[in-house]
């Protein structure tokens, strides 16, 4: 894994693909840089949280660049008549229209936390890429031991049919440097899903 200038963006190839991952903190700032990486790199896929766009406005994803093709979930949650200018949260994939290969929306797993594609590769492989949006310390632990599980549950599930990836925000740290009890149940239970 190649690991960019911003510490929030890392870039991966496999499998004759490229794929980013960016937690932009809100894309409508972030847009034309994410449209020069995508050209720089020449990714073909492009994993983004926390794209704060309100339901309404999720469209703004495919103008990007028009080479791409946009799967946006937002946060539900927020009311758009509020006194707040943006969403909190979501999640989107873009992905190059000329992609070689087949690619499947997994339609029956996404939220505005977790999203995914199936790309069938041409020596019949498939690869299960998942762009995830974990819980921030605003939110319990049992609602993000909750999420852990949920990934547990897809990666059990997708990864007898072939490569599993899952590409975010994970909201939690993996080295306990901290003496928050808060992170170091993070960390445990991250952990724990990795060695499963």
């Not at 980013?20 to 720089?40: D, F, Y």
């Not at 983004?48 to 080479?67: D, Q």
Request: hydrophobic fraction near 35%; charge should be negative; aromatic fraction near 12%.
């Amino acid at each position: 894994m190649a690991t960019c200038d911003n510490s929030n963006i890392s870039v991966l190839k496999t499998a004759n693909l490229r794929f980013v991952t960016w937690n932009v903190r809100g894309i409508m700032s972030s847009a034309s840089s994410l449209g020069k990486l995508l050209e720089a790199h020449d990714i073909d896929v492009a994993f983004i949280t926390e794209h704060k766009l309100f339901e309404h406005s999720k469209t703004f994803m495919s103008s990007i660049n028009y080479n791409y093709k946009d799967i946006t979930y937002c946060d539900p949650d927020y009311d758009i008549y509020s006194n707040i200018s943006c969403g909190k949260g979501g999640v989107s994939i873009l992905y190059k229209t000329t992609l070689e290969f087949s690619v499947r929306i997994m339609d029956e797993l996404a939220n505005e936390r977790l999203i995914g594609i199936e790309l069938a590769c041409h020596d019949n492989t498939n690869i299960f890429a998942f762009c995830i949006y974990m819980p921030s310390s605003n939110y319990s632990n049992d609602t993000y031991i909750d999420n852990i599980n949920n990934l547990q549950a897809v990666c059990n599930t997708y990864s007898e049919k072939g490569t599993v990836v899952f590409l975010g925000d994970m909201n939690g740290e993996i080295i306990p440097f901290t003496n928050s009890k808060f992170c170091s149940l993070r960390c445990y239970h991250l952990v724990i899903c990795q060695v499963e």
